[in-house]
């Protein structure tokens, strides 16, 4: 099959791939741009571990060519952290136990990194609700909700980043 080159715009740098028109964000993120936290669970858009940002709204990244991603700003979960310093909801998830094996992680703090900058003071069932959209098979979601929420706090007090 016939590839073309491509510009994507990852976390605030350029990257120029030559992929085939088919493949995946998800796949070029991981294989061409060897940004691996971008997990790819089900293929098909259902369970959220793939979730990035493209212009600041949470995408399934396994729903989308690469292709379509030119000319968009696409943040990672590797956008996050700054340096050693976690952000305040990857923080809040550790400290209230949030994940166990890890896979889902990345996919719930980009929704939910989206999710506080437009709606900062979000209710328990309102995080559940958001939280649906993204499949965990270790967890039993509470300690992730109670982390999103503690996340929210500490944001609406000031001092952090999301």
Known sequence: METTVIHLQVNGATHEVRC????????????????????????????????VQIDGKPVRSCLIYAVQAENVSIETIE???????????????????????????????????????EYPNPTADEVRDVLSGNLCRCTGYQNIVQAVLLAAERLRLGGADV
């Open 20 to 51: 085939e028109p088919r493949k995946l964000l998800s796949d070029v993120l991981r294989e061409d741009c060897r940004l691996t936290g971008t997990h790819v669970g089900c293929e098909h858009g259902v369970c959220g571990a793939c979730t």
């Open 79 to 117: 956008s996050r952290a700054k340096g050693t310093r976690l952000s305040a909801l990857q923080q809040a998830m550790h400290e209230c136990h949030g994940l166990q094996c890890g896979f889902c992680t990345p996919g719930i703090v980009m929704t939910f990194d989206a999710y506080l900058r």
